[in-house]
């Protein structure tokens, strides 16, 4: 079976997914998944959804390399970019992977900072005397 590259986004997070048939080991930046997100449940469980929607969590090897953004963004940006290797891998998948919304890059990114502004929208304290 050949290798299948997807690429998955998240804010600043970009994960690189390898996905090829095998026995289901989940490796991240030369890790398991236990071991890059240690004790964080929830995270682990949201980069699972798409293995376990189409029930290939022990059918599929999967290489990731992630770059950039903590924790949450980098989970959103492998789970986005092993849903795309999913539904190349057998386009079935499109029919459970697209009404669950995973493969819809989330888009929403941090706002930049205004000038005479201390945040992207936060004006200075006005003083009126």
């Given at each position: ?7 998955g ?15 289901g080991k989940?490796?991240v930046?030369?890790?398991s998944?236990?071991?890059?997100l240690?004790?964080l ?11 376990n ?49 995973l ?7 941090v706002e ?5 502004r ?12």
């Amino acid at each position: 079976m050949r290798k299948i590259y997807a690429t998955g986004k998240r804010k600043t997070s970009i994960a690189k997914v390898w996905l090829q048939s095998g026995s289901g080991k989940i490796i991240v930046n030369g890790l398991s998944l236990d071991a890059w997100l240690g004790g964080l449940e929830a995270k682990k469980k949201r980069v699972l959804q798409p293995l376990n929607l189409t029930e290939q969590t022990s059918v599929v090897d999967i290489t990731v390399t992630v770059k950039g953004g903590g924790f949450s963004g980098q989970a959103d940006a492998v789970r986005h970019g092993i849903s795309k290797a999913l539904n190349v891998y057998d386009e079935a998948f499109r029919q459970i992977l697209k009404p669950a919304g995973l493969l819809t890059r989330d888009s929403r990114i941090v706002e930049r900072k205004k000038p005479g502004r201390r945040k992207a929208r936060r004006s200075p304290q006005f003083s009126k005397r």
